[in-house]
Every structure is written in C-alpha cells, then in structure tokens.
C-alpha cells in the first residue's frame, strides 16, 4: 500500500500574500469549493488575527467547506490562537497552524527573544490550540537556516505538548534539494518522538527550487506537502500544487507515496484562481499554461501522433484540459448557464445574483459567436466585483486615437449615485482614460502594475485587464473584462478604487508576519 501524500493548500493564506492579489470573502468561499471538489485534504483559509476582515472570512470558509479540513494561521500568542479557535468553529473539520521563528538572525532581530524563550511560547501555544480542536500544527519558522539541534528540541516539545504535525518551512528559499532532504531525514532520525507527528514542508519559490525541494523532501519521508495553486505566494511564490500532484503522480516508480487530488479540476482551479486575482499563468508553465501540450516543431507533432508517450509524460485530460470549451450561445437557457457554472465550480447565492450574471451573459453572447468557460469564469469573476456598496460604477466611457494626433478619452461615472464627466488627453487611450478617471475621483494612487491578457483566442476574444493601485502603502488589484480593452482598462482602475475606498477593516496580508 502506497502512503497518502496530504495536500495541505494555502492559496487563501499564503497565496493572498502576493502584492495585489487580495480576495474577497467571496472569492475565498469559491476558490475553497473548488478546492474541496479536487479533494485538496487542508484548506488554509487565512489568518484569523490579522484582521476582522480575515477573520470573518476563514469562518465563512470554514462555514461552506464540509469535505475538507479547515486551517487557520495563528503566530503563537494567546491572542492569535484565540481568534484562529474561534473563526475554525463552524468547521466540521478544523486545525489550528501556530509558527515562531527559530533561526538565529529571527530569533535575535525579530523576535527579541532567547532560545528558551522561543520554546516556551511555542509548547504555550500548541498547548492552548488544543483546547480547540485536536489537530494542531507547528511551523518553526525559518527551519531552513535553523541550528539543527535547537530544531530537534523545539520539535520534541512541540509533539509533546499535542502538535500532531511538523512542519518544517524554507520560508526564504534558501534551502538546495539535497540539502533539504538531508534535514528531513535528520529530523525524524534524531527526534525522539517523531513517529508521533506527520512531517510535512512548506517552501519558498526565491531560487526557484520550491517544488524540487518539496519533493525532495518527500523522497526523505516528508508526508504532507503545503502548497499553492500557480504556485502563487509573495516573492517569488511558493511550491506548485499542480506541479508537485502531478509529478508525484507521474513518477510512481520513484515515490512511495499518491495523493488523492482529483486532477481533473488541476486546470479550472488554476484558471480560476488567475482569473480571481489577476495573476496570469505564463504559457509555459508547466501543468497549466496554454503551451504545456502543445506542439509546434514537425518531429515533435509526428512522435505524438504516432505514439501520444513520446513526447508527452501525462494525459492533458488528466489535469483537465479536455473540458474548457463551453457549447452554449446567445440562444441558451438559464438552466444551461446555471449549470455549466456550477461545473466549473460557482454556485449562486440568490436568484437576483444568478440573473444578474445571465444578463451579462446574453449581452456578451450578442457579441461573441462563441461562448468559452474562460469567458464565463471572468464574467463570474467581474460580476463579484460589483458590491452592493460600491462607490463608483463606469457609466460611458467614449476614447478617440488616431496617428499623428493626442489620444483622447471621455469617462463618465456614478460616484455614490451622482453622474461625473470629464475628458483627458494621453500617451494613449487607456492612459486617457485613467487621466479621465482621476480627474474626477481624485485618488491620489499610484499606478504600480497594468496587464493584458486575452481570455480566449480568436480576433473576438474578450482582454482581461488588471491594474494595482497604491496608496500610503495600501495595495489594491483591480479586474475588468470586456471585448474593448479601453473599457475593460476602465472598469478595472474603477474597480480597484472601489477596493481601495472600501471601509471594511482589513490588512493587507504583506503587513502581516507569516512563514
């Protein structure tokens, strides 16, 4: 019998950290269902204590998830423990995960604290994060530039005071795959009591080296694997939950180990997961972008058509690339879009939000002869960010370029209920209209990040357009997609504004400690 590899998925958590790639509460609860569906086994939703906007999100997750373990974050101190205990209680399946760090340099500059200190802290927190549920997880913080020994101890006490399992982050990247390797190993040799916790390891993309690092670690008996969809995370991002799945699951003669990840959903939750932050997955990027099958050079095309295995190691249905096409027009029901959204894992909460979306939907329709799942997962997406509370909505938007002449752009918005106009000059006509846009809000931001991307392909394909805003140190990431790149570059800027006027208490996920 093969081990069972945990997939422990912190997209929610760690992924949110990202510049920019913030989540609403809603947002959250859909990627959570998805990753439900796949059969992800933990679901980090956030970190309770950061604030009253994280923390009603993790219970909301905690809430909509039944199949899954619950996770929340907590730095280990009374306070954070407490809120992560009492936002995993509508969990059916919850775990509290408390870190401190235990490297020399975050133990001297950070925390302040001696070694013995550190130790008390952590058994103190693991001890009370029982008193909520009996599945607790310790992360010594930095573990991949930590003294072994003092690793050892720390470890030891941790299991003895009820930590079920270990897990041992290279929070900074640092760590090469047999250096990592060895360590896990070493661990569970030398620990006495290490038989009585799950060992599992949670690395940091700075090198490049997250996913080899994890695997390797496996290789040395590691049985739980934190990771995110994309490989999203802040720096350089975190280990690839598609690529550990799969190579997991592709070298069965090497591991001793599967996972139980439905792999069909690999792909709608990457789109998805893109398609809620505005992070675009690059074509090259294995499992999940748009060139992983496929196949441009004349040998390569005459190998697979001959024999699929000699140029392709795994099935591209198997990730789930063999349903992304949506057979649905301007003529189709409601029920049909009810359901094909449902497929690809959005479930309406009302009738008033589902006719809304189907409103959208036919309107787009109207314009594009055909109707892709990429093109509904942004309508779904963009639709979320129309919030009851919203300030400002784009109520025209009008833009003029021609060769030798200033572009121009005319925007009019709803800014809490009373219609605004004014008219700008730019570089070009989404820079016009940002001017436009501003000279009416005012904001003050600071344009850090513009991207476009196409959602489908054909010369009829709908641009999804993302900006980030800054302003005294709050980031926002703004959405918009529409078949004119000017309009969905307005709706985007508009939407990151409503984000950045929103008074919902919430910090940025960057301001918070994290390992």
């Known amino acids: 019998m093969k081990d069972h590899l945990i997939i422990f998925d912190t997209t929610l958590r760690d992924g949110e950290q990202s510049p920019g790639a913030s989540m609403t509460q809603d947002e959250k609860i859909r990627i959570a269902r998805l990753l439900e569906k796949m059969r992800v086994d933990i679901i980090e939703a956030g970190f309770p204590a950061a604030s009253p906007g994280d923390f009603d999100a993790v219970k909301a997750v905690a809430s909509a998830v039944k199949n899954s373990t619950v996770c929340g974050l907590a730095r280990a101190n009374p306070r954070d423990i407490e809120k992560a205990g009492e936002a995993l209680k509508p969990a059916k399946s919850s775990r509290v995960h408390t870190f401190i760090a235990t490297s020399p340099i975050h133990m001297e500059h950070k925390l302040r604290m001696r070694p013995d200190e550190v130790v008390e802290h952590a058994v103190a927190s693991v001890k009370q994060a029982r008193t909520y549920t009996d599945d607790v997880e310790f992360s010594p913080e930095d573990a991949g530039r930590s003294e072994i020994d003092f690793l050892c101890r720390i470890i030891e006490a941790t299991i003895d005071a009820g930590a079920g399992t270990i897990n041992i982050p290279d929070t900074v990247g640092y760590n090469l795959p047999n250096q990592f390797a060895d360590l896990i190993q070493a661990l569970r040799e030398k620990i006495p009591n290490s038989d009585k916790a799950v060992f599992s390891v949670h690395c940091h993309n700075d090198l490049g080296l997250a996913v080899a690092n994890s695997l390797s670690a496996v290789m040395s008996g590691a049985r739980q694997v934190e990771c995110t969809i994309n490989g999203l995370g802040e720096r350089a991002g975190n280990a690839s939950l598609e ?229 005294e140190g709050q980031i926002v990431n703004g959405h918009g997609a529409d078949l004119d790149i000017v309009v969905a570059s307005g709706k985007a800027y508009i939407n990151a504004l409503n984000k950045l006027y929103h008074t919902k208490d919430r910090m940025h996920p960057q301001l918070t400690q994290a390992i």
């Open 243 to 471: 690529e550990i799945v799969m190579a997991v699951r592709t070298r069965q003669d090497k591991f001793e180990c599967d996972t139980r990840i439905d792999t069909a959903q690999i792909v709608p939750a990457s789109r998805l997961v893109s398609n809620i932050t505005g992070f675009a997955v690059q074509p090259n990027k294995a499992i999940v972008g748009a060139n992983a099958f496929a196949h441009e050079a004349g040998i390569h095309q005459d190998g697979v058509i001959k024999a699929r295995e000699t140029y392709e190691i795994m099935r591209a249905e198997d990730v789930g690339w063999s349903a992304n096409r949506m057979v649905l027009g301007k003529h189709s029901g409601r029920n049909a879009f009810k359901e094909r959204l449902k497929f690809l894992g959005f479930e309406f909460g009302s009738d008033e939000e589902l006719n809304h979306a189907f409103t959208r939907f036919k309107a787009l329709a109207d314009n594009k002869h055909e109707i892709f799942d990429d093109d509904l997962q942004a309508l779904v997406t963009e639709s979320g960010h129309e919030e009851a509370n919203e300030r400002f909505s784009l109520a025209d938007l009008q833009s003029s370029s021609a060769m030798g002449k200033s572009p121009t752009a005319k925007v009019s918005i709803d800014v809490d209920g009373s219609k605004k106009t004014a008219e700008e000059s730019g570089n070009g006509a989404v820079d016009a209209t940002f001017r436009a846009i501003e000279k009416i809000i005012e904001s003050g931001s600071m344009l850090q990040l513009y991207s476009v991307n196409s959602i489908t392909s054909g010369t009829d394909a709908q641009g999804e357009v993302s900006v980030r805003l800054e302003r």
